[in-house]
């Protein structure tokens, strides 16, 4: 029961990085109809400005704890935003237009670039970071067994639900958001009525890199220990999250992330741990089967 | 009896007029369009005064919808020019374009399906650069009482007549000084179809907004309109009052069934 607990709390903490990476993959497939596939490497980038943040604000000798993550996690939002609005301009906007493979090969072709440009300008090695939040609350003991909410647990399932709580409210309260609502529903209409279509698709994605910032420094708080290469496999789970609580729907990426933190979580917890991954991607393969638009996609009818 | 005496309660004068005095709102001149390889229009030619409503009829296929979608910026034109009020639009961007106070209520009516009533008279709202847009929803009300009862039910929702009040409410609501109308009465019951003629009529006497109204139903668009052109092949062939038109007969054989 108390084994349980532990692994549900760290279900739930890793389903919130999932579930924001997800939201990203699902936004730019909801306004322009196309999986990112470079987005895993934009988190691993936001994780990668965070510890180099995180490493100048230490040389500088200056923050602790609370501030310094703030400091990370606002560097790491605005300087990964940049990359995703960038990668937009120049790998995407040209091809708009182009027959529907164009820009998931590009994507595909930008994954490569970012994680190449990582490994050489970084080095290749796994990048270890001092333990920023250490300790947590004891929720309770279970003869030797102890569960632990970790501080950086709470962190994590704390920032993601504020960060979710301001991106609801802009994809449903402002004006901004209700474009890019319009622009994923007719974006011919979306112009039509004034909307500057490419600004908006711009900031789709960069919306949609912050988030993955966010996402990335929260790994990196977590976990310590970041790499070039992190972003593949995050990402495809991410990918998986977006499918499984169906492409196109925000809250569904949200609910598909937790799912699959848990699955993950649980099947580590109670099988193997070798297999986790093959867990997550059997997932999948199963909603792609039995339930392809996934638990809260689109099923209404709609009249034409 | 003219046309625009039946309008005289809107205070204008007669057809010509007060027209011939002003520079029109829309001109175009010699423009040619084309979707890939298909030639679409060629050398259309056509003005639109400020306070008319000028019809465009033709046959299905003739251009109609392309030369509206042009004015709005997409197909590019690959000839000739669009003028608005005096300001060369040609090829600028479709946004650019309908903040220049261009609306359409666009073949199709494209509601937006997962957006409700009011979200999508919003949207209508986004080329207002300032400005609370609660008294236009008010006027839309007034035309169209029936978007009122359904603010909250999402677009997709809707009847088809419901949706083509939606989505001329919803152009009206960025204040535009001409609308473009395409097929208001397309798969509509002929009493909703007569609700939609009398708005526009109405918007254009009390409002003195300009329309150019794309019609297929002939018989009623050159009746509510003060011009009107006539669209074969992606070349306008003819050209004059809606009277005048209403009373040629290779139009009444063409486009009105004969009678």
């Known amino acids: 029961m108390a084994y349980a607990l532990q692994q549900l709390i760290n279900g739930i903490s890793l389903g919130m990085i999932y579930g924001l990476i997800a939201?990203?993959?699902?936004m730019v497939y909801g306004i322009i109809g196309m999986i990112n596939f470079a987005h895993g490497d934009v988190f691993m980038v936001g994780a990668f400005v965070a510890l180099i943040s995180l490493l100048l604000l230490q040389a500088g000798g200056v923050l602790d704890g609370p501030a310094a993550i703030l400091v990370m996690l606002l560097v790491s939002m605005a300087i990964t935003a940049l990359y995703g609005w960038t990668a937009e301009r120049v790998a995407y906007r040209p091809?708009?237009?182009?027959?529907?493979?164009?820009?998931?090969?590009?994507?595909?072709?930008?994954?490569?670039?970012?994680?190449?440009?990582?490994?050489?300008?970084?080095?290749?090695?796994p990048k270890p970071t001092e333990t920023l939040l250490p300790g947590g609350w004891e929720v309770m003991r279970d003869g030797a067994f102890v569960v632990q909410f970790s501080y950086s647990q709470m962190l994590i399932i704390g920032i993601t639900l504020a960060v979710l709580a301001v991106f609801t409210v802009l994809v449903t309260r402002t004006p901004l958001g209700r474009a890019m609502r319009a622009c994923e529903q007719d974006r011919k209409m979306a112009a039509l009525l004034g909307i500057d279509t490419d600004r908006t698709i711009s900031l789709t994605f960069v919306i949609g890199a912050a988030l993955a910032a966010v996402a990335g420094t929260m790994y990196l708080l977590r976990y310590g220990v970041i790499d070039f290469y992190i972003g593949f496999l995050a990402g495809v789970k991410a990918f998986t999250a977006a499918v499984l609580g169906g492409i196109g729907s925000l809250p569904g990426a949200v609910l598909g992330g937790l799912l699959i933190g848990l699955i993950e979580t649980?099947?580590?917890?109670?099988?193997?741990?070798?297999y986790k991954d093959v867990a997550a991607f059997s997932v999948l393969v199963l909603t792609l089967i039995f339930l392809p638009t996934g638990l809260l996609g689109r099923q209404e009818v709609e009249k034409v | 009896m003219t046309a625009s005496d039946d309008r005289s309660g809107a205070g204008r004068g007669g057809l010509n007029r007060p027209h011939q005095a002003t520079a029109p709102l829309l001109e175009v001149d010699g423009l040619s369009a084309a979707y890939g390889a298909v030639q679409a229009l060629t050398d259309v030619s056509l003005q639109v005064m400020p306070g008319e409503i000028v019809t465009l009829i033709g046959a299905n296929g003739a251009g109609k919808s392309t030369l509206l979608m042009t004015l709005c910026g997409e197909p590019k034109p690959r000839a000739g020019r669009v003028v608005l009020a005096g300001e060369d639009i040609t090829g600028a961007p479709t946004h650019a374009i309908m903040r220049r106070g261009v609306a359409q209520s666009p073949e199709g009516r494209r509601v937006f399906p997962r957006m409700t009533v009011r979200e999508n008279l919003l949207m209508g709202a986004e080329a207002l650069t300032r400005g609370d847009p609660t008294p236009q929803l008010e006027r839309v009300f007034v035309l169209f009482p029936r978007l009122k009862e359904r603010l909250a039910q999402r677009g997709g929702t809707l009847s088809g007549g419901e949706q083509q009040m939606l989505a001329i409410g919803r152009a009206l609501m960025s204040r535009p000084r001409l609308l473009l109308l395409d097929e208001p009465s397309l798969g509509l019951a002929p009493l909703v179809v007569k609700q939609i003629f009398e708005a526009i009529r109405a918007l254009n006497a009390e409002t003195g907004l300009t329309v150019l109204l794309v019609e297929q139903n002939a018989f009623q668009a050159l009746r509510l309109a003060h011009r009107g052109y006539v669209l074969v092949n992606g070349r306008i062939t003819m050209a004059g009052t809606g009277q005048e038109l209403l009373a040629r007969p290779e139009i009444r054989a063409a486009y009105l069934g004969g009678h």
């Open chain 1, 95 to 125: 091809l708009r237009g182009s027959f529907r493979l164009a820009p998931l090969i590009t994507a595909i072709g930008l994954s490569i670039v970012l994680q190449n440009f990582v490994q050489v300008s970084q080095g290749a090695r």
């Open chain 1, 23 to 26: 939201v990203g993959y699902t």
């Open chain 1, 266 to 274: 649980f099947w580590s917890a109670y099988f193997s741990v070798q």
